[in-house]
């Protein structure tokens, strides 16, 4: 998809523009209608199921339970004699990692694995184009081919229940439609080049504090309407061919040996045939674990044999506890991945490629649509760059790379473009750019956290301005025309096994920001980072406020080309940004991070579903974005008024842009029911639609939402039910944004 360019539209290409009238011309113009492909992934195959029971039956119990655990620290042994090679993994959710030792978490220190980085989640959730994560799946399998691997540890799809998680950034979303819809197409694309997909980490691994053993209690209805919808999805849309299995607890069993979430959910309802990959030394029990449903224990260094699904799980077989049929049933299913991703059998499978140009290209692509406009009061964006001189450009996210960081989220890549780069390319030389970071990202030492038996090291940031370095950006801003301010957070402040404090600004940004914006009112900020932070006063105080992502090896040109107008910004939050953390759900319910247990007392109210039930107005809602254009949604309407449980709602809308740039919205169907006999969210998103209209343009959106998607999940009858009742629609461009309304009827 290509890029909203941003152009003037002379007066007559507007009056030959598509008319605005809404159903008469509905139909003329329904083979213009823009609606949402469908993504389907292929299945596991059993076409060689004769080929593997033939190999199983001449394997040793040694070499079977070699195929149940890593026997390096990213891949499980294979057989030579019978030609089964080693399953080979790699992370993960921003690009293939680089090559790790054998034997340790050393990197190799190998020269051919520079891969492309591509942006983090929430920037890929931003763009609200499943389209977008179809492209970041295709691109990343093919390079998870290149390096000759089997399993992508990818995509991360747990659900953002609070601003302070510290994977925030490589998660989705808040919400569990959005999150299904973006998971679906990333599988599905990255399957395509011929290697699994493993999708992490499931499931209710929603906070790093005491990640290793906290028992996480939810309520039944809560994990099937919230936290499970896209790993659902996953398994029986997508066709993942693995998961990985959670570190954490849940109703008292871990997840890698939960036989309720690993047999009764994943397998027998959902029908999944792949394979269970636990998280790195997530496990605890050999005979216990592997039947509960685990297939394969990854870990960290102890001698790869003490591995619980090594030695003792042979020694287990040997003593009788557990037969050998058991061990082949998951050997087998290990096999029949092999032969799906077409690592056996000798059918032509995909080479891909790595690091090219055409994939730079792709990571392009998706970050300039996931850039968010979140403020521009005073028209000073897009730049003029024709009309200026001077910018200041001050922060230290300016030069920041954050490509490497993160544990399993680090990408060794040979190109990533700062900011300050993405405008020194995109700038004509005629503009002189001052560089003043302003801000240093420091760090000291606090005091451990100890957590049961696990200690952990833990460091506090240092929110000092350094007078000498204030004192070069204010001069710098006071010197210029405009300042841009590069500011947020880091993948090192952000990361994997820690949660944040609080929502405050790290490194006295806030201070810096205030100071600049005193000398220079002409100043944008533009915050880099995966989370929410407290920028309440930044909003008040700035006439140009924009949110970045840790966005990829081409991040800093796509945030330049939004600046400068050569991409109109089309990014929505995907969470919302409360005015305080004691706003936001799992907080204000004092129920985050719990102990040695955490109980979600929020239930069903998680992120917007919170704000919107309990009127809490929230800093910037779920799907807010803004746009250099104008756009009016209107001629809303479904296709019948009284529906039935097996059908499907069309809802057509028209988007006109009513501004001077081309440029690209998203249209958000909300659905609340009335007189409901059980209590449910003030509203739901049911269905979106990213659409380009050129300026002065109108387009037609389709949005099918299937009945079945205003179902709740029925604990005491274990199944979807969707309550006969009225229903009511409100469509806009956020949560909070309603442009239209209607309701329908279902009986
Ligand atoms: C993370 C996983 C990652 C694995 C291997 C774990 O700490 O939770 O997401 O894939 O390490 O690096």
Redesign the pocket.
Known sequence: MQPGIIRFLAIAVVLISVSCQPSENSDILSDQMETQKTYKGKPITHVYDPQIDSIVSQMTLEEKVGMLHGTSMFSTAGVDRLGVPELKMA??PLGVREEISRDSWAPAGADDDFATYYPAGAGLSATWNPDMAHLFGNSVGAETRARGKDVL?SP?INIIRTPLGGRTYEYFTEDPYLNKKLTVPFIVGMQEYDVAACV??YAANNQETNRDFVDVQIDERTLREIYLPAFKAAAQEAKAHTF?GAYNKFRGEYLCENDYMLNKVLREEWGFEGIVIS??AAVHTSVHSLKSGLDVEMGTPKPFDEFFLADPLADSVRAGKISEEEIDKHVKRILRVMYTVKGMGGEVREKGSIGTEAHFKDAYDIASESVVLLENTEGLLPLNAGGIRSIAVIGANATKKNALGG??AGVKTKREITPLEGLENRLPESVEIRYAPGYQERYVPAAEAVFGDVTQERVETVDELDPEMLKQAIEAAKSSELAIIFAGSTRDYET?ASDRADLKLPFAQEELIEKVLEVNPRTIVVMIAGAPFDIRKIKEKSPALVWSWYNGSEGGNALADVLLGNVNPSGKLPWTMPKSIADSPAHATDSFPGDATVSYEEKLLVGYRWFDTRDIEPLYPFGYGGSYTTFEIKGVHPDKEVYSEKDTIYIKAEVANTGRFDGKEVVQVYSSVRDSEIDRPAKELKGFQKVLVPSGETKIVSIPVPVSELAYYNVAKGAWVVEPAQYDFSIGNSSRNRQASFSIQVN
């Open positions: 992370d993960g540890l991360a992490k980490h990985m998280d790195w544990y399993g994997e």
